[in-house]
Each structure stands twice: as C-alpha cells, then as structure tokens.
C-alpha cells in the first residue's frame, strides 16, 4: 500500500474534514490519529461516519484533498466539467433532430433541460479526457498543438455524446421491455407516446450513434462501443431469461451487470483513451476504473433499491424485488440463510414473498456486504487511477483527483 | 435515352423471351418489334404482358439478354451465386452465436434453412462484387487479396442481411404482426420483448461486424442505413393525411424503408473494391433504383397477389393504413 486513500468529506451544510495524502511519515502519523478506528467503517455504513458528518442529499458534493504541500481547493467534479456539460448537452440536441417531428420530440424526449438525468457517464469520460492529457509527442509549437488539442477535445467529447445516446436508446426500449410508467421522475416515454414509437426512437438514437461513431473514422472505437451495445442486450437478455438457478449465482449476477451497467463506461473510457493515442497498458487501466466504477455503482444502487426513497429514486423502492429481480444483497443473505432460497425459487408475485426476503434480509449482512464489494471496486477503480503515468499538469492531477474523488461519491450518495 | 433497359420477363415454366441489349441499331428493331406496345404496359401490370409470359410465383426467375452478336447462355442470376449464398448463409448463423441461449434462437429466427426469404439482397451485393471485379492497372491483385477482398464483400452482403432481419423484427412489433415469411412472426411466438432485443442484437453484431472491415466510410453508408430505416418506418406510422396522399413523400419514404439498404450496401461494396467515387455512385443508382422498382412491384402485388404467394396475406398494405395513421 503506497499510500492512504483520501477519503471524501461528503457534507451539505459545510462541515469538513481534513485528511492527508500520505507523502511523508509525519502526515501518516497525524492522519491515523484523525481516522482512528472510523476508516474500515466508512466503507460499510454511511450511518456509522462517527464525526460531524451530515448525510448526503443532492447534487452538489464538497470534497476536500490535502496534498503534502498545500491545501488545494475543494474539489466539486461535476463543476470542472459543467460548462464542457453544457456544450455537449447541445450539441446532443442537434444531433437528434430528425425530419420527422415525432421522431425527433420522441428522440430528444430525454435530452431535454431538467431531465438529462444525473449525467454521471459524460462527467466521467470528460474528466477522463483531461486525466489522460499527457503529452506524449514532442512538444509542438503552440498554434498547432492547440488546433490538435481542441480537435482531440471534440472527439472527445463527441464519445461522451455517444455514449449518451446509447444509453438513453437502451432505457427507451428497456422500458418498453419492463412496461414501465415512469423514468427520471416523468412519464416514461412508451408511457406517453406508445410502444412503437419509443421502439422507434430508441432504433433512431442507436443509428444516429453509428453515424457519429463513424465519423471519428476510428474502426477500433466503433468497434468498442459496438460491443457495447452487444453487451447491454445480452445483459438485458440475461436478466429476463434466466433459470431459477442463474438467478441465484453471484457470478451470474455480476456477470450481468457488467453487461447492463459497466461494459458502457469501461469501453467508453477505453475509446477516450484510444482516441488521445494512448498505449494499450494506459487504455486497459482506463478500462479498469470504468469497469470498477461501473460495478460499484450498480452493487450502491441495488442497495439503495432497498433502502432509499421512492421520490429520491425517480422509481418506487423495492422496485427490483417486486420485478423478480435478484440483486447483491439477496444474493448474499441467501448465503447466510439457505432458507431464503427456497422463497427467492419461489418469486416473488406473491408479496408475502416479498416481506419474507425482506425479514431474511434485515437479519443479515447483505446490505453490509454488498456495500463492501461496492467499496472494494471502487477502490480498484482508484488504484488504476493512480496508476496511471505522472505527470506535472495540474489541470491533468486535478482530474484524476477528481476521478478518484467520484470512486467514493458513488459508494457513498444515498440518491 | 441511349439504350434500351434490358427487361426481366417472368416466367415459371421456362418459357423464354429474348430481347436484345441495344448496342447497335440492328437489334432494336428486333427488340421493339417482340416488344410492340405491351412495353408501357409491363410497367404497369403484370398481367398484361401479351406474350406467351407465364406469371410467376416464387423464387426463380429466368433473365435474358442478347448482347450484340452471340447469344448468351440463359442466365440465373440466383443460381450464379447460390454456393457463396450459402457460406455466406452459414457465416451469418455462426455470427449469431450468443452466450445466453433465448436470444441466439431468436436472432437466428430468419436465417434458419428455409426461411431465408429470397435473398434478393446478398444476391445483388455479390453479383455486384464480381461486376466491380475490374483490375485497376496500378494495383496488382494477386490471389489472396482477391480472396480476402471477396470476403470483405461477402461481410458487407452478411450484414445487409443483419440489418434487413433486425428492421423486421421491429416493424413485426410495431405492426403487431403474427406471420412473417409464411411463419409465425418472432414476437408471435416468443413475445415483443425478445424480439425488441433480438432485432437490436442483431443490429449490434452488425455493428461489430461492420466496424471489423476498417472502412469508416463503410461504417458510415451502413450507419445511415440503419438511420433511413428508422425514419422510413416513422414516416409511415406518423404521417398526416395530407402527407399520405403524395407521392413525394411517399417515394421518400420508399426510399428510406426499402431502396436505401440496397443502395448504401453496394455502394459499399464498390468502395471496398477501391473503386472510384463515380463508379460507386453508379452501383448506388443501381442499388435505389432496384429496390424502388421492387417495392412498387411489392405493392403492386399487394393488391393482385396471393395468399400463398406472398406470406402474408394481400391487401394487408390498405388494411393497416388506418390503424397506422397517429393523428395529429
């Protein structure tokens, strides 16, 4: 261990901690003493931050970071790239104009201000952009190295723009799958405009997509994103298809979601490294953090399915057991109680099912241990992070702090 | 107009017409004598073609062309290529293969034997491929990368296929559709939701196939394929009555739902042969307008043909043209 992970301060109302980048054995000493015994639980229970810690709630986070030499300015990782957010948030717009009106309110039906959704993938993958900014040729005169800059910028920014776009086509049709009636705290779009047309809508995003895809005339990104969707199918396909017995193996499970949550941000972040002309090892460790952010926030957001609120989720808790679908935390009570076997096998139409799982589930550490293996990749994603070539830029550090810094948000919102 | 269109005559039984390729003045006498007036009239209906012209129903059809001085062999055009249909056919169900063992059924749902379809499309890609086969002086071909561009093109003929199958399976859903081919539909069978993810698999592992020949102008011809099928099937369930009764619109909507795969894949085709940018444009002019010629004839029979014929049952074009109509 080369040094202590910098736990994020997550507070609404301004209450911060100071901890410390170990750099130098003076600043170990000192952080130990502030941690004390409170590091391991962190990672378990956000109820158990046992100094002034408020609980988290909405969009805007404090982080702070003491690096050995100065105290650098708290670190909001939404903001570095709001603006950059904004543009692309644009050019989005634009990109789904179709010729057919209904097509084109269907297609941007998600794209519209207020309901971009929380917007997490292109913050990733632009902070990923910048974290990779290492120059790696010689250095250019400024004019051009600038026009080359920018242009790598926009590509860039236009994955981000894709990866949107294939995320929202597989949320359209997921939702015509699932029949369901809300998505980001509105009506669903098969809610309000029909089936067929939100099937349609979805095929459309995908195609426009493969058209932006195309034009970064790079056969390996298309390539990557394309077996991106390969995979959100399968995950899909996976989850509706199942045995009794799949749906009770947490290899299956993970399996799943990495298909239906991670297998996006990874190849995507892969792709924002390849198209900054990276080495393969750079471009796998891109990967590594995307896949592990992935599965982190899918095993939190399972947990929460459980534990949040109808109004903070968009959807109603529980709404993953109720639909028979089996998440981490039963999976591992399963372990500790055999007998809930029995009732997952059963399914859950019966909502005396339901309260049953649920009973087993207060009884075991399954939320506890889902939380750990949500923390246990997030610090993976971190480690690849920190693994990553250094370099003096500042602008380049502040973002993979920020990346880092985004490992821990995501294990610790409750929204 | 500098020659004369070499016409398809249709015949079941083997009966032959020969018309002649104008090439030299000689032949069109002869031709526009066998024609006489019945040429207007082949346009229009199929049943008025005068001479000894049997209708046809299914998958053969025989195509004669007399070239200036030799008679040429009668030609199939299906038969040219039947072997390479079926690696290609083969490659097409390996290609499918998937891990979870519901959707690979149901993505090979069309490409099973005998549900095929009539493969007219893999069929023009790859009488195209040998059609663009011209040696370009500079290059010299040898053997193997004659080879391995064949099979580029063979890809390019897989994946039309990928994205024809997968726009059925949608408008199947969307047209809540029972039969398909004289089958079952999928979403009759297997449920709406299987089939949503089966056609977009299908369109995913076209995607990856596409994106393994390195050709980005390619990837962008199949891309915007798959764009002008969306809209082509959004033009027709959202149009106003207004817009229903042009031909304008609906030649454009023709165009993106059945003319601009064919178009867009030989184009492709032609750019894989690194051929030049006027005669890729010519294998797309040939591409749109096959397939505007098809689906007018498709709708032609729509209203004259069969049951049996057909696979689906005639007069199913007219009947859904209310329930389609979203009002504005």
């Not at chain 1, 207060?362 to 992070?385: C, F, N, P, V």
């Not at chain 1, 070539?389 to 995501?410: F, G, H, Y």
């Not at chain 2, 049943?47 to 200036?68: A, C, M, N, P, R």
């Not at chain 2, 089939?195 to 698999?201: E, I, K």
Request: one cysteine or more; proline letters at 3%; hydrophobic letters at 45%.
């Amino acid at each position: 261990m080369q040094f202590l992970r910098c736990v994020s301060q997550i507070s609404r109302n301004g209450g911060r901690l100071f901890l410390s980048r170990q750099l130098d054995s003076f600043l170990i000493a000192n952080s130990s003493h502030l941690l004390g015994d409170s590091t391991h639980k962190v990672f378990n229970r956000r109820e158990t931050y046992s100094w002034s810690f408020s609980a988290l709630h909405g969009f805007k986070q404090q982080i702070h970071h003491q690096s050995s030499s100065l105290i650098e300015e708290p670190l909001d990782p939404f903001s570095l790239v709001a603006d950059e957010l904004s543009l692309l948030a644009n050019r989005l717009r634009a990109m789904v104009v179709a010729e057919v009106p209904k097509l084109a309110s269907a297609a941007e039906y998600f794209f519209k201000m207020g309901v971009e959704g929380k917007r997490f993938r292109p913050t990733v993958l632009l902070l990923m952009a910048t974290a990779l900014n290492v120059h790696i040729h010689e250095p250019m005169p400024n004019g051009v190295g600038d026009t080359l800059g920018a242009e790598l910028r926009t590509r860039q920014q236009c994955i981000a723009e894709i990866t949107e776009m294939i995320h929202v086509a597989s949320l359209l049709h997921d939702d015509v799958l699932d029949d369901a009636d809300t998505r980001r705290g509105i009506g669903s779009l098969n809610f309000v405009m029909g089936n067929k047309v939100a099937v349609l809508a979805g095929d459309f995003l995908l195609s426009r997509a493969c058209v932006a895809l195309a034009s970064l005339k790079n056969t390996e990104v298309v390539s990557l994103l394309a077996t991106v969707v390969e995979h959100l199918v399968t995950g899909e396909t996976m989850q509706m298809t199942s045995t009794s017995e799949q749906r009770c193996s947490m290899d299956h499970y993970m399996q799943k979601t990495y298909y239906k949550t991670a297998s996006l941000i990874s190849n995507s972040c892969k792709a924002i490294a390849l198209l900054a002309g990276q080495t393969t090892e750079v471009a796998m460790l891109a990967f590594e953090y995307g896949k592990n952010l992935g599965l982190a926030f899918q095993l939190i957001d399972d947990v929460l399915d459980f534990t949040g609120t109808s109004a903070s989720l968009g959807k109603g808790s529980l709404s993953d057991i109720r639909h028979g679908i089996v998440t981490a935390p039963i999976l591992f009570a399963i372990e500790e109680f055999p007998q809930l076997l029995a009732v997952v096998q059963q399914g859950f139409d019966k909502p005396e099912n339901v309260d049953i799982a649920l009973e087993y589930l207060g009884k075991s550490r399954g939320i506890q241990r889902t939380r750990e293996l949500a923390a246990k990749h997030a610090s993976l994603a971190a480690a690849a992070i920190d693994s990553l070539p250094e370099t003096d830029d500042e602008e380049v550090r502040r973002s993979r702090r920020a990346l880092v810094d985004l490992t821990q948000r995501v294990i610790t919102r409750n929204k | 107009m500098q020659f004369l269109r070499g016409l398809s005559p249709i015949s079941r039984s083997g009966l032959r017409l020969f018309l002649s390729r104008q090439l030299y003045p000689f032949p069109v006498a002869n031709s526009s004598q066998l024609l006489g007036d019945s040429t207007q009239k082949v346009f229009n209906r199929r049943e008025t073609y005068s001479w000894s012209l049997v209708d046809s129903h299914g998958f053969k059809q025989q195509i004669h062309h007399q070239s200036s001085f030799l008679s040429e062999e009668p030609l199939d055009p299906f038969s040219l290529v039947a072997d390479e249909l079926s690696l290609v056919a083969n490659r097409l169900r390996a290609m499918l293969v998937s891990e979870v063992p519901k959707l690979a059924s149901a993505a090979e749902y069309f490409f099973k034997m005998g549900v095929e379809g009539k493969r007219l499309r893999p069929t023009v890609l790859l009488l195209m491929a040998t059609a663009l086969n011209v040696h370009i002086p500079e290059q010299i071909v040898g053997d193997t990368l004659a080879a391995e561009l064949r099979t580029r093109q063979q890809c390019i003929a897989e994946i039309t296929e990928m994205i024809h199958v997968a726009s059925l399976l949608h408008d199947d859903v969307l047209d809540d559709a029972e039969t398909r081919r004289s089958i079952s539909s999928l979403n009759f069978v297997m449920g709406n939701k299987v089939a949503v993810l089966a056609g977009d698999f299908l369109l995913s592992r076209a995607c990856v196939a596409v994106a393994s020949l390195k050709n980005t102008e390619v990837v962008s011809l199949l891309a915007i394929a798959v764009e002008h099928l969306v809209t082509g099937e959004t033009m027709q369930m959202t149009c106003t009555s207004e817009q229903r009764c042009s031909m304008e619109y609906y030649m454009k909507k023709t165009y993106y739902k059945t003319a601009s795969l064919i178009s867009n894949s030989c184009k492709a085709i032609a750019l894989l042969a690194g051929q030049t940018t006027e005669v890729a444009t010519l294998a797309f002019e040939y591409g749109k307008n096959l397939g505007l010629a098809f689906q007018l004839i498709d709708d032609v029979l729509d209203f004259t043909g069969t049951f049996a014929s057909l696979g689906k049952g005639s007069l199913s074009d007219i009947r859904h043209v209310i329930p389609d109509v979203i009002s504005e």
